[in-house]
């Protein structure tokens, strides 16, 4: 059992910068991986940033790649999301989420979810 919890969230201008971050507690992982999803009004959730567990390896989505980063610290206990160069579309709730090795070779489900932090960029 595994509670994540993200903060970072707010109203920015377009061209400007967030660093979402997401606190696991209670049980730890010791292998699968952390990710971020979205949600903006009307649409469905859709993947952003994912990191795995042991090595560290990241993943995309084309619509982010090369404005956000993923990354991990505080003995992997806690994801980044480091944003630069929001754009409007970029509006959504952002929320935290983890799975384990057997869920990711499976194509499961995601296992744990976050209540989710609202970015908000203007124009």
């Known amino acids: 059992q595994v509670q994540l919890v993200e903060s970072g969230g707010g109203l920015v201008q377009a061209g400007g910068s967030l660093r979402l971050s997401c606190a696991a507690s209670?049980?730890?992982?010791?292998?699968?991986?952390m990710g971020w999803f979205r949600q903006a009004p009307g649409k469905e959730r859709e993947f952003v940033a994912a990191?795995?567990?042991?090595?560290?390896?990241?993943y995309y989505a084309d619509s982010v790649k090369g404005r956000f980063t993923i990354s991990r610290a505080n003995a992997k206990n806690t994801v980044y999301l480091q944003m630069i160069s929001l754009k409007p579309e970029d509006t959504a709730v952002y929320y935290c989420?983890?799975?384990?090795?057997?869920?990711?070779?499976?194509?499961?489900?995601?296992?744990?979810w976050g209540q989710g932090t609202q970015v908000t960029v203007s124009s």
């Open positions: 989420a983890a799975r384990t090795l057997a869920t990711r070779l499976t194509s499961g489900p995601w296992d744990y």
């Open positions: 209670g049980r730890t992982f010791s292998n699968g991986d």
């Open positions: 990191i795995y567990w042991m090595s560290d390896l990241t």
